[in-house]
């Protein structure tokens, strides 16, 4: 009846059985596999990780004294969840404890001058004008060179606001613009950054702090008798 041990300590298997009933009588339950099959037995090690990574944060907040808000749902965006990885993620979005000590653990990451200097080189691009078009039956935006280019030769040579014919196509150029520069990538950069770092400490605390029970071990256990990918 133990969850996982933390710090040599016992913790109840409670915690899970709740996480697991209310899954099992929430809107999604019939997305969930059959009660007691290798896909049931998987999603009750993948559960009881999550309360695993919960309780560890926890214990560190204490430790730490962090502020730790009210527990509410916190959502991540899809990049944000798959380099957290599914566990990790899933203990972020439903614990306050994580979230504290997350914005510990990364508050003094931050990407390197190099790094960054590396992503503006690899994605810039030239500013590059942008038309605002009217056609006979609207108006729409467009960069020239994806015109036809006997129509944007005309356009080029006309006034703003003059209409030209070019065969089957008719057109008036009412603006230019300058499309944007490639944005700032440090904040993208810092925050995977973030994730990164955070990833690295939590593998190394739950190695250290954390003991895995029979039943209960990582879904992605080679040596469990559920895991399917073994090669």
Not at 201 to 206: A, F
């Amino acid at each position: 009846m133990t969850l996982g041990l933390l710090d040599g300590h016992p913790l109840p298997r409670t915690a899970l059985d709740r996480r697991l009933a209310a899954l099992r009588t929430g809107p999604r339950a019939t997305a969930l596999p059959q009660p007691g099959s290798s896909e049931d037995r998987q999603l009750t090690r993948w559960v009881a990780q999550v309360l695993l990574t919960e309780a560890l944060c926890e214990a560190v907040a204490v430790e730490r004294h962090l502020p730790v808000g009210p527990d509410g749902p916190a959502r991540l965006d899809h990049r944000a969840a798959v380099e957290l990885g599914s566990i990790t993620a899933a203990a972020y979005e439903g614990s306050a404890a994580v979230r504290a000590v997350y914005a510990a653990v990364t508050a003094d990451v931050e990407p390197s001058p190099a790094a960054v200097a590396h992503y503006r080189t690899m994605t810039a691009r030239t500013p590059s004008a942008r038309w605002r078009l009217a056609l006979p039956d609207g108006e729409f935006e467009a960069d020239p060179d994806t015109l036809p280019a006997a129509l944007a030769e005309a356009l080029r040579a006309a006034r703003p606001g003059e209409w030209v014919t070019v065969g089957p196509w008719t057109a008036a150029v009412l603006a230019t613009r300058t499309a944007p520069e490639t944005p700032d990538p440090t904040p993208a950069l810092r925050a995977a950054a973030r994730r990164a770092a955070f990833v690295r400490w939590l593998d190394h605390e739950r190695g250290r702090r954390l003991t895995l029970v029979e039943g209960l071990e990582h879904p992605g256990d080679p040596a469990q008798p559920d895991n399917h990918h073994r090669h």
